[in-house]
């Protein structure tokens, strides 16, 4: 325990580390979700096969492969593109931002499988009632399809979140330095590494405790007045 309390400040900035790249692969993932989910309903045939080939791809690779695939491939990647243009000699791509970027483009596929079934669970005909009374698109959006959009993501949106943020242990292998990275170096420079792995344990099961809590708190929210079988 008093090790404990020697690397609480290595223990803590690793946590926070951690929720901070969890909320921004978040962003990501919510941003590229929403547009698979349009492009998969959409009308276009580019759009759909688009959508199709980037959730079918990103689902099929490992996680872990992908971000170190993106944080050496695509820093090199990156490099040459700058040097046949002339635009720059030379960016390092930060650990943090290749993180959160892979992560939220892998789990940005998980999150349009789900937006889609959410959006195609509405009842056609409550959006078909909005057209025939005049509604713009956006009204029809914010008013009819939002609301019921998220009650019927949120199970899905909640399974999500929770298999993301410990995803994000992943990146302690690129040198980020989150909660793994941390209570690992600490561990083995102390000798005591079950002590500080069972610290950080106990810190993502907290974590994923709170969250649940707050997700299930939401979905009560936008379950208001849902008569449940």
Not at 86 to 112: N, P, R
Not at 191 to 208: E, N, P
């Amino acid at each position: 325990m008093d090790l404990l309390v020697e690397y609480q400040s290595q223990l803590l900035s690793g946590t926070w580390m951690t929720v901070k790249l969890a909320l921004v692969s978040l962003a990501l993932a919510l941003v590229f979700g929403l547009l698979g989910a349009w492009a998969k309903l959409s009308s276009s045939r580019l759009a759909r096969r688009s959508a199709e080939i980037y959730t079918t791809l990103v689902r099929g690779v490992p996680d872990l492969v992908l971000i170190l695939l993106v944080f050496f491939g695509g820093q090199v990647a990156f490099n040459w593109f700058g040097y046949v243009t002339g635009l720059w000699d030379f960016v390092e791509i930060s650990k943090f931002v290749a993180g959160a970027a892979t992560i939220g483009v892998i789990f940005g596929a998980y999150f349009t499988e789900t937006f889609r079934g959410a959006i195609m669970a509405i009842p056609r005909g409550q959006i078909e009632a909005g057209i025939s009374c005049g509604m713009p698109r956006q009204l029809i959006f914010r008013h009819i399809i939002w609301p019921q959009m998220v009650r019927y993501a949120l199970p899905g949106f909640t399974n999500n979140w929770l298999v993301q943020l410990k995803t994000t242990a992943l990146v302690s292998v690129i040198g980020l330095q989150d909660l793994v990275y941390n209570a690992f170096t600490a561990g083995r420079s102390t000798g005591q590494l079950f002590t500080f792995m069972a610290a950080a344990f106990v810190i993502y099961l907290i974590l994923t405790g709170i969250s649940d809590l707050v997700l299930r708190a939401v979905e009560r929210r936008y379950s208001r007045g849902v008569v449940r079988a």
